[in-house]
């Protein structure tokens, strides 16, 4: 079979690559192409690959290219991870709200607003390209904001595009571990959208374990979620939120500390990736070497700010191995061998939560076969969990909206709408501040 992954040049795209090692079956991939606009960060990552492969006897054979249409041609499957704007672009996104006094992260509140206007147009062509070049392929996307985009690309795709990511898949793993259960053998009753999603159930051999969880606080407070939170408010809940949510319920305080660093995290990305890049210049240098040492650093650091907040410490090793890499394999497995799994994805509602409509890309459990990705019908959320997942299901139509009309009115609807954005003329300052820094919003008028 043949992958193509768009944004090839990316950081990440190792992860993915390594998974493909370790799948041995028959319908496995055997062709991988690398699809970016920067040849040489196509040339790193290409390194890296090659001395991944050394030692893999029948390893995916890799190419590179800058033509997208080319890349796009007889896929099977295509894996998006496009990062419109660089790191560059994420940096000024945090930098422009944390000005106003709002949150910039990359998929929550002011920072995913203007990081979805500008990739929006993007991931649109790319999905008008795939349904006219690999009618027949499979997108699994991981851009972010990943249930936005998926949602944008699902109105060319239709079912034939699915939304992915890591956090549920630790969120689960997490609370499994902590009871003493095989991940493998649990059902993880989750649901909301992504990045804004709770675990209401961890269900082994039909029994609910999380009760037991949510009654203990020293095992409440002995993983990630229960430093984060915090045990008294995860007990107010009777749920585990995704670790997103604390953006939202510890807002202030997330704001002052991205405030009062050093840097932000788009900005130590930058720097740091930069250096792997430019390390990657000189051809003695081990690539393999330079990028394990560079992803933890990367991955020992996120959400740092939050954690420092809330007194979590440094994370646990275990956290330290990615995710989505291993989701993607799954997934694609299941399609492409039939292959019954069920995964947590984003992916149309088709009416498995009835707050919202059929098309609206949420985050469930689905059940995965050859044709594709089947959500499974999911309780009513709590009030309070519906009212977020309402609102910020508007804000990201009106995004949607304003992508497609180019209505700068509509952009800044969708900014002032949001519940971490306070006010109508900070909304206005935050589209004329995201104007004038990003060259990709030019079209809104």
């Not at 930058?270 to 000189?282: L, P």
């Not at 088709?350 to 959500?375: T, W, Y």
Request: net charge negative; glycine share 10%; hydrophobic share 40%.
């Amino acid at each position: 079979m043949k992958l193509t992954i768009l944004g090839g040049g990316g950081f990440r795209v190792p992860l993915v690559y390594g998974a493909l090692l370790t799948d041995r079956g028959e319908g496995r991939v055997t062709e991988v192409v690398l699809h970016d606009l920067d040849d040489s960060r196509l040339y790193a990552v290409a390194r890296v690959l090659a001395e991944q492969a050394a030692t893999v006897p029948d390893a995916p054979e890799v190419t590179a290219t800058t033509d997208l249409d080319e890349a796009l041609r007889g896929a099977d499957f295509i894996f998006s991870a496009i990062r419109v704007g660089g790191l560059e672009g994420r940096a000024n996104d945090e930098r422009v709200a944390l000005a106003e006094g709002v949150l910039g992260q990359e998929t929550v509140g002011a920072g995913g607003i203007a990081y979805g206007l500008r990739t929006v147009p993007v991931a649109v062509d790319i999905a008008q390209r795939v349904s006219r070049l690999a009618p027949d392929a499979w997108v699994i996307n991981f851009t972010n904001p990943a249930g936005l985009v998926t949602e944008a690309m699902s109105r060319h795709l239709g079912d034939r595009v699915i939304g992915i990511c890591d956090s549920p898949v630790g969120l689960g793993r997490r609370i499994a571990k902590v009871l003493g259960a095989n991940p493998r053998e649990a059902f993880i009753d989750y649901v909301g959208l992504n990045h804004l999603g709770w675990v209401r159930g961890l269900r082994v051999a039909g029994r609910d374990e999380l009760p037991r969880l949510l009654a203990d606080p020293d095992l409440l407070g002995s993983f990630e979620e229960g430093k984060l939170f915090g045990t008294d408010w995860l007990q107010s809940l009777g749920a585990i939120p995704n670790e997103y949510l604390h953006y939202y319920y510890f807002n202030r305080e997330t704001v002052r500390a991205y405030s009062e660093a050093e840097r932000t995290r788009g900005a130590f990305l930058r720097d740091q990736q930069a250096q792997f890049y430019d390390e990657m210049k000189h051809p003695d240098a081990s690539a393999l070497t330079a990028w394990d040492r560079t992803r933890a650093e990367r991955e020992a650091t996120y959400m740092s700010e939050n954690r420092e907040t809330a007194g979590a410490g440094e994370r646990d090793a275990d956290d330290l191995s990615g995710g989505y890499e291993k989701v993607a394999l799954a997934l694609m497995r299941a399609i492409a061998r039939d292959e019954r799994a069920t995964l947590i994805l984003n992916v149309r509602n088709q009416g498995a939560l009835s707050v919202l409509d059929s098309d609206a890309v949420i985050e469930v459990p689905c059940l995965v076969d050859a044709n594709g990705a089947h959500p499974v019908a999911v309780d009513p959320l709590p009030d309070h969990a519906t009212g977020l997942v309402c609102a910020v299901k508007g804000v990201e139509r009106e995004v949607l909206a304003a992508a497609e009309n180019g209505s700068r009115t509509t952009a800044v609807k969708a900014f002032a709408l949001h519940p971490l954005v306070d006010s109508v003329n900070v909304a206005r300052r935050l589209v004329e501040g995201y104007t004038e820094v990003h060259p990709g919003l030019a079209y809104l008028k």
